[in-house]
């Protein structure tokens, strides 16, 4: 039911226009709003299954600049990278008058909105090309992070894996299922308190039956792994820094999804 109510109101353009290097600019009109997403697409994904992240930016960021900063397309060249664009957002931290653009927090507000948006690129990338669909991937900063966290939550059967970075989504958790996780947070985080971020990570730890006791993981600087029987495991790179995105930090998301893929329900797995 879910799709059918997006189709009778997203309306696709089908042309791509140049920007960035490799990357390609693709506009939907979904709703009363034209929404937009910066692209790589490898040649590979017209005749076999390939992966997809979705990444996005934080609470006044851009496409463009996010690009910049994950480098997703240039760390993972094989897979479809997807960067959105978000609109304007009142924020849950600062920007209360939603000057700046940003991403919905939960399901309900704005009538789905982003959610809606996500739902019109995925099923576009499926029409077009040949998706993964074991291998979807999202990760975000920030608030992306949180929209990350709100997929998971909305649109979880869709994924393969997340990687949140600075960001919390706890009034979430009745919503989340058992999936693979990498979180990435910074100690000093004056924004997004690393109390909040280990926190979330615990529940997170817990609801996917991952070990309390975490080791180094694939000699990451900074990162632990917190293995689960069934491959639900949870990664945490959490760093010195403050609430900013470290490049190294794109390099351990790139690594994690490439070692992750989706895992079957519970009731389908060998006891």
């Known amino acids: 039911m879910r799709y059918f109510v997006w189709i009778t109101t997203v309306f696709l353009v089908f042309q791509f226009s140049v ?7 693709k506009t939907w009109q979904v709703g009363d709003l034209q929404r937009e997403a910066l692209l790589q697409i490898p040649e590979k994904a017209h005749s ?8 996005f930016h934080g609470h006044g960021g851009n496409c463009t600049n996010a690009s910049k900063s994950f480098r997703f397309h240039q760390l993972w060249p094989e897979a479809i990278v997807v960067y959105p664009q978000g609109v304007k957002t009142p924020g849950l931290l600062t920007d209360p ?24 690129m995925l099923a576009w990338l499926r029409k077009e090309y040949k998706v993964d669909n074991n291998r979807i991937y999202s990760t975000g900063h920030s608030n992306g992070g949180g929209f990350t966290y709100l997929l998971w939550a909305e649109r979880g ?17 009745p919503k989340l299922t058992p999936k693979p996780m990498i979180h990435i947070a910074g100690e000093a985080d004056p924004l997004v308190k690393i109390e909040w971020q280990k926190q979330m990570i615990e ?69």
Do not use: C
């Open 48 to 55: 076999e299954p390939t992966p997809v992240v979705f990444a």
């Open 97 to 120: 008058e939603g000057l700046r653009t940003g991403w919905q927090s939960y399901g309900d507000a704005y009538k789905g909105r982003d959610l809606i948006f996500f739902d019109a």
């Open 19 to 25: 920007s960035a290097g490799e990357l390609k600019k």
């Open 157 to 173: 059967e869709v994924f393969a894996a997340m990687g949140p970075s600075a960001a919390i989504g706890l009034k979430l958790l």
């Open 203 to 271: 529940r997170v730890r817990t609801i996917n039956h991952a070990s309390t006791d975490g080791k180094p993981w694939q000699d990451v600087k900074n990162a632990m792994i917190y293995e689960a029987p069934d491959g639900r495991n949870v990664v945490t790179l959490i760093h010195p820094g403050k609430h900013n995105f470290l490049p190294a930090s794109s390099e351990a998301i790139v690594k994690f999804f490439k070692s992750t893929v989706k895992v079957a329900p519970k009731s389908d797995l060998k006891q």
